[in-house]
């Protein structure tokens, strides 16, 4: 997919079924600028709540077309270099690490605050 993703200007998807992020995850990293229906869990997330890209309601044709029609006005070298940006920041293996890391480290300071930093048998 990744030669299909890297060929596209934009990736369109609206889906009242689809519940993975992959698809959009994939393009984002190929450099497809993102034009899809809003789900707050996963296209806010991947789009930077459509600072990158744009997001329509879902099942609304005409916000489609605006969203369409909103990329279709922009430079998409910048488009596409701003989405680069944020998926390194943002999305990236290594953002993604350090996230991980961050929430681990917030778990054990919580615990520990709460005097459960070892286990008990």
Not at 30 to 51: E, I, K, Q
Request: glycine share 12%.
């Amino acid at each position: 997919m990744t030669t299909f993703y890297s060929a596209a200007d934009l990736f369109v998807v609206g889906s009242h079924h689809e519940g993975a992020a992959t698809p959009l995850m994939e393009a984002c990293a190929c450099g497809a600028v993102p034009v899809v229906d809003r789900h707050p869990d996963v296209s806010d997330l991947l789009t930077g709540g459509g600072s990158i890209g744009a997001l329509w309601t879902p099942g609304d044709a005409a916000d489609c077309a605006r969203a369409l029609a909103d990329v279709g006005r922009r430079d998409l070298d910048a488009e596409r270099a701003r989405l680069a940006d944020h998926f390194a920041r943002e999305l990236s293996w290594d953002a993604v690490g350090r996230r991980a890391m961050e929430i681990y480290g917030q778990v054990l300071g919580a615990r520990a605050a709460r005097g459960l930093a070892g286990c008990r048998r």
